[in-house]
RNA sequence: GGGCCAUUAGCUCAGUUGGCAGAGCACCUGACUUUUAAUCAGGGUGUCCUAGGUUCGAAUCCUAGAUGGCUCACCA
């Protein structure tokens, strides 16, 4: 504590002096419930009816002009800032004093007339102030403001004070998830919740985070997907379900990746994915109407309609379109894998066509596909949960939506045959004995759920983080998540 | 994990060929009763990311490391 003392710098001691002089005059620094009758933005949105008229607002102080007798300040709060004038003859010498102690950054409670200055700023004219809280760190540059990345992730409280428009994202965030509950909510699906912590993390390809539950001794994942529990309660007679939540994958970061992320999975007994289509598209753009006010959004400076219906194109027509390779011309493993080395592909000999026909894909067209498309029909080495087309069992009923070059949605005719599945299970376990640790493991409960019967069913899973960028115009996931995964800093922070 | 780049005052940033560490804002002292990037007069507050090395001398050059950014790989 001492020590801690010592490493203070001046700028910090300065303000822990103000605050001990402000007790040693019997004002307490740091304050009881306030309550404020209107925020800022309100003041100056209603200033014809409230000139004159006396009002409690209460802030944090964003900038100081002191002129002797008089001082002028800006007080900021959730709503926007307003300007407030203190005058020696209005708040009494004693109470003027006071206010020396105050420093930027400091939170105060302030009632007075509202009125407008010479220059017509709407303003109030304190008659009386309150100290709140006492803030001891000062606030980054005023017109600058905080820049330094780093700074602004590890430190985000400081953000949100002094980055309007991070502010803005983030309460656009929550509006755009308050608005895809109440859509969901209103064409009648229910809301549930399943384990985040399992003893087997499937529904995904991707590597878990592990656990230990010390009472049983065991080792538990965080999930990967809501999917699998998700499809237990279809069997269970729940005939429309979502889940928003928290998803967890032990994987790399990097600006469209976070260790952790939200997704909203919904589930729908006696549909198919076409009806998954029609929830995407309406989904995606209601939200964007309920929370911006329009269906068309700008996205680094390039226009995009969400209005449906969206284009369906099938992932053999998209790869032709994009790489120029017909797949509906290839019809075996060898010929794709010569049309890949043609392409310039570098992959394994021996990669089934349905793998090959993806990666086509996923070099060629996924970074192409700006505008809202949905691409269907996926082939079945990388879709092991989705129902195999009636016509061509290389493929299944599954699409991807796809905007700005991202996935957005993902969604399928779900596998309801459990011998089916269990074989899926199996290739996928192929798979990991052979070094994928991606791969599915076996889930003999939820085959267990499958044999009781599950009717057809759509499933669809958006990732929420994407679709808040896309709707809010930030190109770093780290910009739509509050509190980023960090490296914490040598010595600990 | 690879490559490239960055790290200097509370914040935003300069810093030449290796020669005493700089500016603006913030802050401190004083003046000022309608200012608003208030103004005026004065004041530099520092582990130059860390540890080594080269050198008479290092913010600057070299090596290793830390953190971050971009990118490739990875990742539906």
Known sequence: MEQEQQQLNELLMIRRRKLEELRNRGVEPFGQKFEADYYSADIIGNFDTLESREVTVAGRLISIRSHGKAAFAHLQDYRGQIQIYLRQDQVGEEQYEIFDFVDIGDFIGVVGDVFKTRKGEVTVNVKKYTYLAKALRPLPEKWHGLKDIELRYRQRYVDLIVNEEVKQTFIDRSRIISAMRELLNEWGFLEVETPIMQTIAGGALARPFVTHHNALDIKLFLRIATELHLKRLLVGGLDKVYEIGRIFRNEGISTIHNPEFTS????????????????????????????????????????????????????????????????????????????????????DKGLPWGEVLYLFFEEFCEEQLLDPIFVTEFPIEVSPLAKKLPSDPRLT???????????????????????DQRERFEQQLGKREAGDDEAHVMDNDFINALEHGMPPAGGLGIGIDRLVMLLTDNISIRDVILFPTLKPRAGGE
């Open 264 to 347: 909203v999975e919904i589930y729908q007994n006696y549909a198919d994915y076409e009806d998954m289509m029609k929830i995407t598209e309406n989904l995606v753009c209601q939200i964007a109407q309920k929370v911006f006010g329009t269906g068309k959004i700008s996205f680094q400076g390039k226009e995009v309609d969400l209005t449906p219906p969206w284009p369906r194109e099938t992932m053999i027509d998209v790869v032709r379109k994009y790489s120029g390779v017909d797949f509906s011309q290839i019809s075996d493993d060898q010929s794709a894998f010569e049309a890949a080395r043609k392409a310039g592909l570098e992959l």
């Open 397 to 419: 009923l599954r699409f991807e939506g796809f905007i700005a070059g991202w996935e957005i949605a993902n969604a399928f005719t779900e596998l309801n045959d459990p011998i």
